[in-house]
Each structure stands twice: as C-alpha cells, then as structure tokens.
C-alpha cells in the first residue's frame, strides 16, 4: 500500500525565516498529494494539492512542487509568520480516490516572534 | 453552510460501554470517511463509504462498525469500548471519484477509562 513520510517535529522558527518540511511517498499508482493543516483545536484543512507529475500547489504563501523522480512533495514557504504555527500533514491518495488518504504523522511547527 | 459537523465534540467511556458518533454533511458529498487520529501517529483510516448504503473498511476497522443509511450521515459505533481506543476521531467527506478534496469535522476527542 501507499505511505507517506515527512520530517518530524516539532520545528521552531523565527518570524520571517524560510520554511521547508520534507515529504516522501511511495505509490504502486499515480496518486494525488495533499498537504493539509491543522490549527490547535481543530480539524484538518487542505492547504494545498498537486494531482500530477510536476504539477506546483500553492496557497497562502506556501508553495509544494510534485517530483515524481525524487517521489517527493516538500512544503515551502519563503517567509513565515507567528500565524503559521500549526501541525502540518503531507498525504496522498490511491490514485482513484475512493480509498481515503494516507497521511505522514505530521510535523508541528512553531514560528517564534 | 455548515461543512461537516461531529456530535459529541467529547466523551468520556468506561471500557466496555457502547456508543455512536455522528457525522453529518450538508454539501452532498457521494464519499465519507473515519480517521482517528494518535499522538506521533497521523491519521489513520477506520472505515469509508462511497455512497449511501455502502461501507468498506479502512486501515484500523477493528472494534468500530459504521453505517450510512442516510447520504448525509455517517455513523461510527464502538460496540465494546477498550483505552487502546482513546483517541480523537474525525470525519471527512469528498464530492466523489477522482482527486478530490477531503473536508473534515472538528473532531471528536474520546476518553475510555
């Protein structure tokens, strides 16, 4: 089956740094990834996707760009605010879509002001 | 517009008691999932419906049965509560096939004593 690895936390940064938090898949398909956000309290929202190869999602600043070769999805964010502290998750799907998603175990991040 | 809604937010269980969460939906999505969610483990998969009528299990399924008798409603039942199944459990629902977004609740934080 599909997994999802991504660095684990927690992170702490300083307002206006730059992000990265890593994410590798593995697939048999050609699934969707996902990074979705978690604020304190709750529940998750998608930040953003790419559905294929090379394909960039971008949101709020934030930017994840598809690499099939390298299998990897790795959140960016040039340069981060208090406001961003959040738990982060990369996820995938099977491909199809119906089976639910595959999450990594998230990465907290703090960003210090 | 409601989104998803989760009833009860928190409960607290003696081993052994019964209970239902509920999950409702007001966008008409054909797909709906359970998660649960564990400290250093992500979310993890407890069992989905691609439409009303239908179940499938996921991941984690054991201990939990769900039904879908309504296309806005998604119910998980734990038969037996057990500590190994203290938790906090979200829903998700998606429009259908393909790279769909997920949509969560807020969660539901779960305490079997």
């Known amino acids: 089956g599909n997994s999802v690895t991504q660095m684990e936390g927690p992170v702490t940064l300083s307002e206006e740094a730059f992000l990265t938090i890593n994410c590798t898949y593995t697939?048999?398909?050609?699934?969707?990834l996902f990074w979705y956000v978690q604020y304190p309290g709750e529940g998750l929202q998608l930040l953003l996707k790419?559905?294929?190869?090379?394909d960039k999602g971008s949101n709020k600043g934030f930017e994840a760009t598809y690499r099939k070769e390298t299998t990897s999805f790795h959140l960016e964010k040039g340069s981060v605010q208090v406001s961003d502290s959040a738990v982060y998750f990369c996820?995938?799907?099977?491909?199809?879509?119906?089976?639910?998603?595959?999450f990594g175990k998230g990465t907290h991040l703090i960003i210090q002001p | 517009n409601a989104g998803v809604t989760q009833t009860p937010k928190f409960r607290v269980l003696k081993t052994g008691q019964s209970m239902t969460l509920l999950c409702a939906q007001d966008?008409?999505?054909?797909?709906m999932y359970w998660y649960r969610q564990d400290p250093g483990m992500g979310l993890r998969l407890i069992h989905y419906?691609?439409?009303?009528?239908?179940?499938a299990k996921g991941e984690v399924p054991d201990g939990y049965n769900v039904s879908r008798l309504k296309k806005q409603n998604f119910l998980l039942g734990l038969e037996s509560a057990a500590p190994s199944q203290t938790s906090v459990y979200f829903c998700?629902?998606?429009?259908?096939?393909?790279?769909?977004?997920?949509?969560f609740g807020p969660g539901t934080r779960l305490l079997v004593l």
């Open positions: 996820a995938s799907d099977s491909g199809g879509g119906a089976d639910g998603l595959t």
């Open positions: 966008m008409n999505h054909e797909y």
């Open positions: 998700a629902s998606s429009e259908g096939q393909g790279p769909g977004t997920q949509y």
């Open positions: 697939a048999t398909g050609y699934p969707s």
């Open positions: 790419a559905t294929k190869a090379d």
């Open positions: 419906s691609v439409g009303e009528g239908t179940t």
